[in-house]
């Protein structure tokens, strides 16, 4: 008896303890699944699905979302070695997070900027960028790009353990 009488209490100290922030109780979880809702319609909204073919020519599904760079979804997905790159600067990169777009989607990607042609132009065989050719590093995802097709080439010989 003594002992129900004492858990009874306790009850009525937790349940005193939520009244004393009933707003913040009330609210937050409203609000928190309310925002929770909200915030992954918005991730739900910003996916972009891409196929990736990797050097063997397997095909990957890959999901970024809109205002990450390609090259982040690449890395999430495995597809680029993260440590491979210095993602802050592009000219101190080597092109490793060079991608070839497939053809129908190039006229949907913003034109190279000159620091992309050159990186490119540094690291391709005998200064020769090819018209598919882009850094994944520069290229951010947007709606426009759903569905879009990149190959993924083969890492530089001195990267491949
Ligand atoms: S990450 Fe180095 S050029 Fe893109």
Known sequence: MASGRIAAR???NV???FRLTPSRVGSSSAASSSSSASASRLVAD??????????????????GLTKHTLLRALMNHRLIDPESHRLDD???????CR???ASEWLDKLPPRSEEEYDTLAAAATKG?????????CQIRLSSD???MVVAVPEPKPWRIP
């Open 90 to 96: 592009i000219n101190a990169c080597t092109a490793e």
């Open 145 to 147: 790009l759903q569905g």
């Open 46 to 63: 910003r996916i972009v699905e891409l196929t990736a073919i990797d050097v063997d020519g397997v095909r990957h599904k890959v999901k």
């Open 99 to 101: 991608v070839m777009v």
């Open 15 to 17: 349940v005193t303890a």
């Open 10 to 12: 306790r009850l009525s």
């Open 128 to 136: 020769k960028v090819d018209p598919h050719d882009r850094l994944g």
